[in-house]
């Protein structure tokens, strides 16, 4: 089964940049599409951003325009590119697969769980 391991956070002051990884061990033909999900205190775990494997992507409202998802197939890589970074981003972000309708309203994540994620704080 694929696991998918989260890093890359931090923190960062208002306007900065962060740049998470999402790295792929074990088996990696099962994969779809690969989303960025976010959970922050009190507030139910949401999607932000996924790709395909043929390198389709999808934002949610809230990020479109600030962040950027990419793949590099040959490193079993995901990449969120963070710019322009606000307070409301601070949460910890977690990656995995997806699958379904590709929309940020339609796309779901597998039975499988969650990993640890990775926290980013946006803070001055």
């Known amino acids: 089964q694929v696991q998918l391991v989260e890093s890359g956070g931090g923190l960062v002051q208002p306007g900065g940049s962060l740049r998470l990884s999402c790295a792929a061990s074990g088996s990696s033909a099962s994969i779809n599409a690969v989303g960025w999900y976010r959970q922050a205190p009190g507030k139910q775990r949401e999607l932000v951003a996924a790709i395909t494997s043929d390198i389709k992507t999808i934002y949610a409202n809230s990020v479109k325009g600030r962040f950027t998802i990419s793949r590099d197939s040959a490193k079993n890589t995901v990449y969120l590119q963070m710019n322009s970074l606000k307070p409301e981003d601070t949460a910890v972000y977690y990656c995995?697969?997806?699958?379904?309708?590709?929309?940020?309203?339609?796309?779901?994540?597998?039975?499988?769980?969650w990993g640890q994620g990775t926290q980013v704080t946006v803070s001055s």
């Open positions: 995995n697969v997806v699958s379904g309708i590709f929309t940020i309203a339609a796309l779901s994540p597998p039975y499988n769980g």
